[in-house]
């Protein structure tokens, strides 16, 4: 089975950074997109960052040119967080779209999710 390892949150004051690791465990037989969401409470969970097999990405546009996602050899997707802001403040949640047997069809994986507190 499928499953997601979150590390990194922590607390920080604003104007700093962050790294956020998630590894990839249950060897699946590949895995395509992988992402970063966050969700604060009340609210719904957001796209934050999208990397695709191929290397593309896409952000939310309110981390653009602060945020970077990015992918290693090893199935392990990072979110490097710079210039934090305290409207940053949130869960954040690793997400992969992983190929599964037997019938090698997409399955969607999530985190336990990791917290992120910017102070002001």
């Known amino acids: 089975q499928v499953q997601l390892v979150e590390s990194g949150g922590g607390l920080v004051q604003a104007g700093g950074s962050l790294r956020l690791s998630c590894v990839v465990s249950?060897?699946?037989?590949?895995?395509?997109?992988m992402a970063w969401y966050r969700q604060t409470p009340g609210n719904q969970r957001d796209l934050v960052a999208r990397i695709s097999s191929t290397g593309s990405t896409n952000y939310a546009d309110s981390v653009k040119g602060r945020f970077t996602i990015s992918r290693d050899n090893t199935n392990t997707v990072y979110l490097q967080m710079n210039n934090l802001k305290p409207e940053d403040t949130a869960v954040y949640y690793c997400?992969?779209?992983?190929?599964?047997?037997?019938?090698?069809?997409?399955?969607?994986?999530w985190g336990q999710g990791t917290l992120v507190t910017v102070s002001s």
């Open positions: 997400n992969v779209i992983a190929i599964v047997r037997p019938f090698y069809r997409n399955q969607e994986v």
């Open positions: 249950g060897s699946p037989f590949s895995i395509n997109a």
